[in-house]
C-alpha cells in the first residue's frame, strides 16, 4: 500500500502543480517519511522502489532530505546483493529491473 500512496504522489507532483495539488503530495511524502523513519520498511520487498519514489519526491520539492530514502535504498541494496553467493550474481543483481539500476545510478550520479 506504502508503495502505491507513493507512486500516486510521485503522479500527481508531475502532472500538477497547483498550490493545492502540491499541498496534497506534500502532506502524502510527511506520512510516507514517517514510515521510512521507522525503519521498519527494510522486509517489505518494495522497500527499494519507495525509497526511491520519496527520494524522487523529496527531490522534485526541494527537500533536504531528500538524500536519506536514496541512501537507504542503496544501502539496502547493497545488503540483499552482499547475500547472494558471488560477485557475479551480487553485480547482476544490483543491475536488474529498473528500479535497482535506477537507485544504483542515482546513487553514483551523487557520490562519483
Given at each position: 500500500m506504502l508503495d502505491s500512496r507513493a507512486a500516486l504522489a510521485l503522479l500527481a507532483l508531475e502532472q500538477e502543480r497547483s498550490p493545492e495539488a502540491l499541498t496534497?503530495?506534500?502532506?502524502?511524502?510527511?506520512?510516507?517519511?514517517?514510515?521510512?523513519?521507522?525503519?521498519?520498511?527494510?522486509?517489505?520487498?518494495q522497500a527499494?522502489?519507495?525509497?526511491?519514489?520519496?527520494h524522487r519526491l523529496l527531490e522534485a520539492l526541494g527537500?533536504?532530505?531528500?538524500?536519506?530514502?536514496l541512501e537507504q535504498a542503496y544501502q539496502l541494496l547493497q545488503d540483499r546483493a552482499a547475500g547472494l553467493?558471488?560477485?557475479a550474481d551480487r553485480q547482476l543483481f544490483l543491475q536488474a529491473g529498473r528500479t535497482?539500476?535506477?537507485?544504483?545510478?542515482?546513487?553514483?550520479?551523487?557520490?562519483?
Open positions: 496534497a503530495v506534500w502532506q502524502e511524502v510527511e506520512d510516507i517519511w514517517e514510515v521510512l523513519k521507522s525503519q521498519q520498511l527494510a522486509a517489505v520487498a527499494p522502489r519507495i525509497y526511491l519514489t520519496c527537500d533536504e532530505r531528500a538524500e536519506t530514502p553467493p558471488d560477485a535497482n539500476r535506477a537507485i544504483v545510478a542515482a546513487w553514483r550520479a551523487k557520490h562519483l
